[in-house]
């Protein structure tokens, strides 16, 4: 049996505001993304695993509306056939429909970086 191991880390292209609630942000910091998208990772390194190929590289590219909920889908997967890249699509867009964040003054835009690795042990 292959495990599939991740390690992942995150990058936010939108500004964050200091002051005030939560709420009164412009956008998430790089410690919100991580916190509120921690419940998710499982779900995108099952739907990576299920592909027999590729580098192990996926970035998920987000843009997170004002209330929390994915406005714009999109990622990039090294190394994967068209059919591979269709399958992966498939998958993991139905998940990003689901995927919720805390409401913020503006949208933020985050590409969200993984590498997993396949070894001989069980799913990591």
Known sequence: MRALAFATA???????ATAGSDE???SLSAKDLRK????YVAGVRDCYAML???NGNLSLDLIIHRDGSV????????????????????????LSEKWH???????????MPFHFQRSAGGMK
Do not use: H, M
């Open 10 to 16: 995150l990058c936010v292209l939108a500004p964050v």
């Open 36 to 39: 509120y998208f921690e419940p």
């Open 101 to 111: 964040f805390p409401v913020r003054r503006g949208f933020t835009t985050a590409v």
């Open 71 to 94: 406005f714009r889908f999109g990622f990039e997967a090294g190394g994967i056939s068209p059919n591979a890249v269709a399958k992966l699509d498939g998958c993991l867009r139905p």
């Open 52 to 54: 027999n190929e590729g």
């Open 24 to 26: 009164d942000q412009a």
